[in-house]
Antibody, heavy 116, light 113 residues
Framework: QVQLVQSGAEVKKPGASVKVSCKAS????????MHWMRQAPGQGLEWMGL????????NFAQKLQGRVTMTRDTSTSTVYMELSSLTSEDTAVYYC?????????WGQGTLVTVSS | DIVMTQSPDSLAVSLGERATINCKSS????????????LLWYQQKPGQPPKVLIS???TRESGVPDRFTGSGSGTDFTLTISSLQAEDVAVYYC?????????FGQGTKVEIK
């Protein structure tokens, strides 16, 4: 069965960067795009971007352009999302999601707290 | 980007009664070549990731109770819970995957009256 396991919670200071991982199993890693979303406390879901694990191409939400990077390691079936220049507005649960046509499979979420 | 707008933001329904959530997209999410609407409905409970209830606007995912029904086409969609149960208390989101830049509705909180 498809499983996405994310890295653990992080606490970062303003201005720092955070790197969250998402390890996939149960399917051919290069078959489906991996999307990243985030959800600030008590708020809705925000799409951040995607990576094509096959070639590594990416597409990011305009508001995050220049601050977000997504990479993949095909040898470990792991995708990484790195967000730089963190502010308190980036405090959120970060999710990876994948699926053949839509995000039918989600990771458990990673809480990133930005606090001085 | 395609803007998704849900209504209402919240609703309280008596146990056993019907709950209806609407979702409107700023442009059609219907692909003419396959006549499919690229629209999902999710259920999210506190502390959990979203769970897909309905794909392609009206296809119930495996294991989803049949009291959940999705309908609509083009730009206007509805999620109906025919007989609200206590375990249905959650926030519900619509999402389009017509574009690879996914966008979500703002969410509708469903509570028991």
């Amino acid at each position: 069965q498809v499983q996405l396991v994310q890295s653990g919670a992080e606490v970062k200071k303003p201005g720092a960067s955070v790197k969250v991982s998402c390890k996939a199993s149960g399917y051919t890693f290069t078959s489906y795009y991996m999307h990243w979303m985030r959800q600030a406390p008590g708020q809705g879901l925000e799409w951040m971007g995607l990576i094509n694990p096959s070639g590594g191409s990416t597409n990011f939400a305009q508001k995050l352009q220049g601050r977000v990077t997504m990479t993949r390691d095909t040898s470990t079936s792991t995708v990484y999302m790195e967000l730089s220049s963190l502010t308190s507005e980036d405090t959120a649960v970060y999710y990876c999601a994948t699926g053949r046509d839509y995000g039918g499979y989600w990771g458990q979420g990673t809480l990133v707290t930005v606090s001085s | 980007d395609i803007v998704m707008t849900q209504s209402p933001d919240s609703l309280a329904v008596s146990l056993g009664e019907r709950a209806t959530i609407n979702c409107k997209s700023s442009q059609s999410v219907l692909y003419n070549y396959n006549n499919r609407n690229y629209l999902l409905w999710y259920q999210q409970k506190p502390g959990q990731p979203p769970k897909v209830l309905i794909s392609w606007a009206s296809t119930r995912e495996s294991g989803v109770p049949d009291r959940f029904t999705g309908s609509g086409s083009g730009t206007d969609f509805t999620l109906t819970i025919s007989s609200l149960q206590a375990e249905d208390v959650a926030v519900y989101y619509c999402q389009q995957y017509y574009s690879t830049s996914w966008t979500f509705g703002q969410g509708t909180k469903v509570e028991i009256k």
